[in-house]
């Protein structure tokens, strides 16, 4: 994935760029959240971002990237992360993960969203809001002299031990600065205690990819995707968060994106998991 070898910690001023990049990419993924409906197709919305964002004065972080041909990675259904943006179109049902990337001042931007269209089962509406919350307690652990493992075992243990859910191994979270994938890797499953110690000035994104069904993953045809070999649904939700003296600052805003959503009857908000 192109990771360097050494951690980059950031200054107060770099992290304040990052999180206009942060927050260029919710901007995105709330437009995603007024548009997406039944009938539009992800070359559509592709389109969209990518012109909101160059709008911005930035440019796509992850078109071009090792190749990737377009602005947003759109993951349906069975898909994890990395999906491509096709002609097809969404259907009621559907669910589906949008991944979105920036660079503006040099500092990139990262953040997911996983989007529930029309009527989706009770029983996929209930993993997407394990899969969110799972990414809140991940966040919780973010904190000075911590270690990058107690994030990966709070994520990993609410949704396998608590919700009977399989976490993804094979992706995982990053650095993130002047690369999109800085070290350390923040993986979403481990031990409590393990990894490198987190120190302030730590920049990474957090993004639990959560399986209804087995872990096991294979990557589609088209060379990209990467879906769950059972074909059962997956979801995907990611905050990039610095490490402050008074604990995670969060760079991006799912905030923007629930607003959007509310707003559209289209759309199906991913509620609290205790609700």
Not at 115 to 124: H, L, N, Q, S, Y
């Amino acid at each position: 994935m192109g990771f360097t070898k050494k951690v980059i910690y950031k200054t107060p001023e770099e992290i304040e760029l990052l999180r206009k990049s942060c927050l260029l990419v919710c901007d995105v993924l709330a437009m995603i959240g007024e548009t997406l409906k039944p009938g539009i197709t992800g070359n559509e919305i592709d389109a969209k971002a990518e012109q909101l964002i160059r709008d911005n004065g930035a440019v796509p972080g992850f078109k071009g990237l090792y190749g990737f041909p377009g602005t947003l990675c759109i993951s349906r259904n069975e898909g994890i992360v990395h999906g491509i943006p096709t002609k097809d179109e969404f259907k009621d049902g559907d669910i589906v993960s949008i991944d979105c990337g920036t660079i503006m001042n040099e500092f990139y931007g990262d953040a997911a969203y996983t989007f529930a269209i029309g009527d989706v089962k009770p029983e996929t509406m209930r993993l997407l809001s394990v899969t969110k919350e799972s990414l809140r307690l991940g966040i919780m652990e973010a904190k000075v002299n911590n270690r990058i493992g107690d994030i990966s075992h709070a994520i990993q243990h609410f949704c396998e031990k608590d919700h009977d859910y399989s976490i993804v191994r094979e992706l995982v979270g990053h650095g993130l600065g002047k690369k999109l994938h800085e070290p350390p890797e923040v993986p979403n499953y481990g031990r409590r205690g393990s990894g490198p110690k987190i120190k302030e000035g730590l920049v990474i994104a957090i993004e639990p990819m959560v399986n209804m069904g087995r872990r096991d993953v294979r990557q589609a045809k088209d060379g990209w995707t990467i879906v769950t070999k059972d074909k059962l649904p997956s979801a995907h939700f990611e905050h990039s968060i610095a490490v402050t003296a008074n604990g995670p600052d969060i760079l991006s805003d799912h905030g923007r994106v629930e607003a959007a959503i509310s707003k559209n009857p289209n759309l199906k908000p991913v509620l609290d998991v205790n609700n």
